[in-house]
């Protein structure tokens, strides 16, 4: 089975993304897959202060391995602002160029206190990720409103997108799985 790991997209203390990408994880091991979560909680910011790009920098590199080192990846993201939260570029920018995402899959779920679930946040995402060359997982799912329609001991009490998770959830993971090989074969990555 494919190992998946799951990027908490902010590092805001309490943030709904860390909480559903709880919830996500819990889902995928269900299906059999191996898994690990990934917040930017923990992102080393301190250590990228001054514009270090194209450096060495120990702490990034390590948790750059924890989100990479991985068969496939689910981005939870909230909306911030019309868009995908600061941290979330940082760490983008701070990616070994040009292999971090080439080849691989990646999923997105959005969850934001808005209406569009954090939908804009999303496709900006995934422009950068097809512009990084990773493998865009096309079922994509938006938790709108997303304090009303899940919490930490119910999950997702809206059935519809309940099922587009569950749905996510089961054919990501076989589509990861489909793309294994590939990646393995990639020096540097696997
Ligand atoms: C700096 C900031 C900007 C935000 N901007 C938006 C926004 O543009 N649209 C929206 O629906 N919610 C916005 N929110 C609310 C988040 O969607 C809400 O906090 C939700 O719980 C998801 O974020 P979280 O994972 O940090 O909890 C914003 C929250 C913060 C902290």
Do not use: C, W
């Amino acid at each position: 089975m494919p190992k998946i790991t799951i990027l908490s997209g902010t590092d805001r203390p309490g943030s709904m993304a860390l909480k559903v990408s709880k919830f996500v994880q819990k889902q995928f091991e269900d299906k059999g897959a191996e898994t690990d979560i990934v917040s930017l909680e923990d992102y080393p910011l301190q250590d990228v202060a001054g514009g270090k790009y194209g450096t060495e920098i120990p702490s990034v590199i390590k948790f750059n391995e924890r989100v990479l080192d991985t068969d496939g990846l689910v981005m939870v993201i909230p909306e911030y602002n019309g868009s995908f939260p600061g941290v979330l570029k940082v760490f983008i920018d701070y990616l070994p160029f040009p292999d971090a995402f080439e080849k691989l899959p990646i999923a997105f779920i959005g969850e934001a206190a808005g209406a569009f679930g954090s939908l804009r946040s999303v496709e900006q995402m995934q422009m950068i990720a097809n512009y990084r060359n990773a493998y865009l997982f096309p079922e994509r799912v938006f938790l709108q409103r997303v304090s009303t329609i899940f919490n930490e001991e119910n999950g997702i009490t809206h059935e519809m997108t309940a099922q587009l998770m569950d749905s996510l959830v089961t054919n990501f993971t076989s589509f990861t799985e489909r793309n294994m090989s590939e990646r393995e074969r990639k020096a540097g990555i696997k």
